[in-house]
C-alpha cells in the first residue's frame, strides 16, 4: 500500500492505493519525437492534493524547498508517503498553469538527460524510488546545475530516496528533506473510511479500544490504509469483532517478514539487542548485539573467529534494516548530564514481537539467548540488568518452568544482590499474565517460608516491594509480615520496612498503615512483646521511614505535604491509626515519634494548612499526661529556637493550652 496519502476517490479506491497499481491509475502513456513519457492524469492530481493528509512539517519544510532550489530530494522509510507527497508539492507548484504537467522520469538515463534540451516550461518532474546506484550521482555540481535549469525553465524536480539504500550523508542538505513523523494515523484512517463503499458507517469505530491502541503505535500510512480497507469489507460482511481481534497479530507478522528478509546473523542479533534495549543509548544496542552475536557465531560456525568486516554496515543503514530511528537525549552521570543519542522502534510493539518470534521459531538459539541475557542481567549497569531481566521476564511467558529452573531458583538464593534484584523484576512479566501468576504468587510464598534460606527470604522482600507487589499488595503485605513473623537478621528487616514504604508510596497508602497498625498491636500486650519484637520492630520502623520521607503534592498548591498527614485530611479512622503508631514509637523509647512531629510541624510552618492536619493527630497522641507534658517541652523548645522559632510550635502549644483548659486543666 502506498504510505502518506489519504487519497481515495470513491470510484477506484482500490486500484489507487497499491503500489503495484500505481502507474495504471496515475501516469498515462505519451510517445512524443520516438520518446515514451509518462504524464500524471489531470483528473486525479487535484482529487490526490485535496484528500491529502499534509505530514507537517515535512510539506512546509519540501514547498519551501522546491520554490528556493526548484530541486527536493525526499529521504525516508518505505511506504511513508513520499511518492504522494513529491506529487502534490509539485501539483501545487504547477496547477495554476494550465499547459503544466508533472511527468514521471526513469531513474537513470532521464535523470542524466535533464537539462536544457528536454526540459518543458513550468513542468514538473519526480523520480520515484532513487536506485542507490544512482543516487551517487546526484553530486553538489549535478544537484547545482539542475537547480538552474529548472529555474530557467520554471520547472520542479522531486526525487524520492528509500533511507535503507542511500545514506542521507550522500545527498547534498541543501536539497534534502528528511521524512521521519508520517502524517496522522486517525485522520489517514477516517478520509479512508469516507471514501470506501460502506467505510463511512464505520467511522464511529475508530473509537473502539483496539483501534485506539494500534494507531498508537505509530503504524504506516499503508497499514492505516489496509486497516480502513479491511473495517468496510468486515463491516458490510458483519465480521467487525472478528477482524479488530486479529490487530494484534498484525506486527507479529511484520516481524515474522523481517526475518524472511534479513537473514545476516549481524542484522538479526542487532535487531533482538534493539528489541532489550528499545529505547536505550545506540551504544548500549551495538554492545549488546555484538555479544549476542558472538554467541551466535558459535552455533553457526563454532570454528571460526566470527571476524566481521570492520566498516561494515554504516549506522543509518542499520537503523533503517531494524524499522528504527534515533532520537537526542541526556544520560546522567557523575560528571553531570551528558548529551547522547538513543534508538528505538518506529513501533514500540516491535520489541516483544521480536522476542517472542525468535524464541518460539529459532529453537537452536534458545540457550545463547538466554545466556546472553543471563550475563546481562548481571551487569554492573542497573539499566542493562533491568532490560534483560524483562526480557528474560518476557521469555518465560511461554515457559515459565524452563526459566524458574534454569535463573529463577538459582538467582533467588544467590549472595549477589544484582542477581536477587534482576529475579524481581523478571518476575513482573509474568505476574501480569493471568495463567502464571498464581505460580508467581506461589513462588514467592514459598521464598518467603520460614524455612527458607536467608537470601530467598530477600529474594521475596524485595520482590513485594516491586512492580509484583503492586499487582498483589494483598499478597505483598502477606507476604512481608510472614517473613516478620520469625527471626530475621537486621538486612531482611530493613528489606521489609523498605518494601513497606515502597506500596505505599505506590499507592496503597491506607492498605499500608492498617497493616503496621496490626503489626505493631502486640506492643500493647507486654507478655507478647517478647515474642513480636522483631516484627514490631520492623512495622515502626516501616512507619517512621514513611512518616518521615514520603510526600504528597498539595491541594491545590504549595510545597509536598507528609504523605501521612494527607491521608488524615477527612477520614477520622487514618487520623486514630496514625496517632497509635506514633504512640506504639513513642512508646519504644526511641525519638522516632518526636522526630516525625518536629518534620511535620516544620512543614506546617511553611504551609499553614498542616497545622489543622496535625491537631487532630495530636490529639489522639496525647491520650495521657506524660506524652501531653513530653511533647509539649519539644513543642516549646521548638516555638523557642534561637534561629528558627516555630509558629506552628506555638499554635499547637495554645491549642493544646485551650483542650486542658476545656477539660479542667491536667
Known amino acids: 500500500m502506498s504510505g502518506g496519502i489519504s487519497f481515495a476517490g470513491r470510484s477506484d479506491v482500490r486500484d489507487v492505493v497499491g503500489r503495484d497499481h500505481i502507474t ?12 515514451e513519457t509518462w504524464v500524471v492524469k489531470k483528473q486525479l492530481l487535484a482529487e490526490l492534493a485535496a484528500l491529502y493528509v499534509v505530514p507537517t512539517p515535512v510539506f512546509g519544510d519540501a514547498l519551501g524547498r522546491l520554490q528556493d532550489r526548484r530541486v527536493v530530494v525526499l529521504h525516508g522509510r518505505p511506504h511513508w508517503g513520499k511518492r504522494f507527497t513529491a506529487l502534490c508539492l509539485l501539483h501545487e507548484l504547477t496547477r495554476h498553469d494550465d499547459g503544466a504537467e508533472i511527468q514521471r522520469l526513469d531513474q537513470d538515463e532521464d535523470l542524466l538527460s535533464l537539462g536544457p534540451k528536454t526540459l518543458k516550461r513550468g513542468c514538473g518532474y519526480i523520480v520515484d524510488t532513487l536506485a542507490p546506484e544512482h543516487a551517487g550521482r546526484l553530486t553538489d555540481d549535478r544537484l547545482d546545475r539542475l537547480s538552474e535549469d529548472l529555474r530557467e525553465f520554471s520547472g520542479y524536480l522531486a526525487i524520492t530516496i528509500d533511507l535503507r539504500t542511500v545514506s542521507r550523508r550522500l545527498i547534498a542538505a541543501d536539497y534534502l528533506i528528511e521524512c521521519e513523523e508520517p502524517p496522522d494515523a486517525v485522520e489517514v484512517l477516517r478520509r479512508h473510511l469516507d471514501a470506501l463503499p460502506g467505510g463511512p458507517e464505520c467511522t464511529e469505530l475508530i473509537s473502539r479500544q483496539e483501534i485506539v491502541d494500534f494507531l498508537q503505535t505509530k503504524p504506516l500510512p499503508r497499514d492505516v490504509v489496509q486497516l480502513a480497507k479491511d473495517l468496510a469489507g468486515a463491516a458490510r460482511e458483519d465480521r467487525v469483532d472478528a477482524l479488530l481481534s486479529r490487530l494484534s497479530d498484525h506486527v507479529s507478522k511484520d ?8 537473514t545476516d546473523r549481524a542484522d538479526r542479533a542487532f535487531m533482538l539487542a534493539l528489541a532489550v534495549f528499545n529505547g536505550e543509548t545506540y551504544q548500549n544496542v551495538l554492545d549488546g548485539a555484538d555479544r549476542l552475536d558472538s554467541r551466535l557465531q558459535q552455533i553457526a560456525a563454532p570454528d571460526s573467529d566470527g571476524g566481521r568486516p570492520v566498516f561494515g554496515t554504516g549506522k543509518s543503514e542499520q537503523l533503517a534494516r531494524a524499522r528504527a530511528r534515533r532520537l537526542s537525549s541526556w544520560e546522567h552521570r557523575s560528571v553531570g548530564s551528558l548529551p547522547v543519542e538513543i534508538v528505538e522502534f518506529e513501533n514500540p510493539r516491535m520489541a516483544s514481537a521480536v522476542l517472542d518470534f525468535v524464541w518460539d521459531e529459532y529453537g537452536d538459539t534458545r540457550r545463547a539467548v538466554l545466556d546472553w541475557l543471563s550475563d546481562l542481567a548481571a551487569d554492573p549497569d542497573i539499566r542493562l540488568r533491568a532490560r534483560a531481566a524483562m526480557a528474560i521476564g518476557r521469555l518465560s511467558l511461554t515457559g515459565f518452568g524452563h526459566i524458574h529452573d534454569e535463573i529463577l531458583s538459582r ?3 544467590s549472595k549477589v544482590y544484582r542477581l536477587r534484584q534482576s529475579v524481581a523484576w523478571m518476575l513482573a512479566i509474568p505476574a501480569e499474565d493471568a495463567t502464571i501468576a498464581p505460580a508467581v504468587r506461589a513462588l514467592l510464598r514459598d521464598w518467603a517460608d520460614p524455612d527458607s534460606n536467608r537470601w530467598r527470604k530477600l529474594t521475596a522482600a524485595n520482590a513485594y516491594g516491586s512492580y509484583v ?10 507476604g512481608l509480615r510472614r517473613i516478620a513473623d520469625y527471626p530475621v537478621d537486621e538486612g531482611i528487616g530493613r528489606a521489609v520496612s523498605y518494601s513497606m514504604a515502597s506500596l505505599f508510596e505506590a499507592g496503597y497508602e491506607r492498605e499500608v498503615v492498617e497493616a503496621l497498625v496490626e503489626w505493631t498491636a502486640a506492643d500493647d500486650q507486654p507478655r507478647e512483646r517478647l515474642a513480636h519484637s522483631g516484627r514490631i520492630e520492623i512495622g515502626l520502623r516501616s512507619f517512621m ?32 491509626d496514625v496517632a497509635t503508631l506514633l504512640r506504639r514509637a513513642d512508646r519504644a523509647k526511641t525519638l522516632g515519634a518526636i522526630n516525625a512531629l518536629k518534620a511535620w510541624r516544620h512543614q506546617a510552618d511553611k504551609d499553614w494548612r498542616l497545622v489543622d492536619l496535625i491537631w487532630p493527630v495530636v490529639q489522639v497522641f496525647t491520650d495521657v499526661a506524660h506524652r501531653e507534658q513530653r511533647l509539649r517541652f519539644y513543642l516549646e523548645k521548638w516555638a523557642d529556637d534561637a534561629k528558627e522559632p516555630s509558629r506552628a510550635a506555638v499554635t499547637l502549644l495554645e491549642k493544646l493550652q485551650e483542650r486542658g483548659c476545656a477539660h479542667g486543666g491536667r
Open 24 to 35: 495504471h491509475n496515475y501516469y498515462a502513456r505519451h510517445i512524443r519525437e520516438g520518446v
Open 255 to 262: 516481524v515474522e517478514e523481517w526475518f524472511q528478509q534479513h
Open 411 to 413: 538467582w533467588a538464593g
Open 469 to 478: 507487589g503492586q499487582l498483589f499488595p494483598d499478597a505483598a503485605l502477606s
Open 545 to 576: 521511614w514513611i512518616a518521615e520521607l514520603a510526600t504528597v503534592e498539595p491541594p491545590p498548591e504549595g510545597q509536598p505535604w507528609p504523605a501521612l498527614l494527607a491521608l488524615t485530611e477527612n477520614d477520622p479512622g487514618a487520623v486514630a
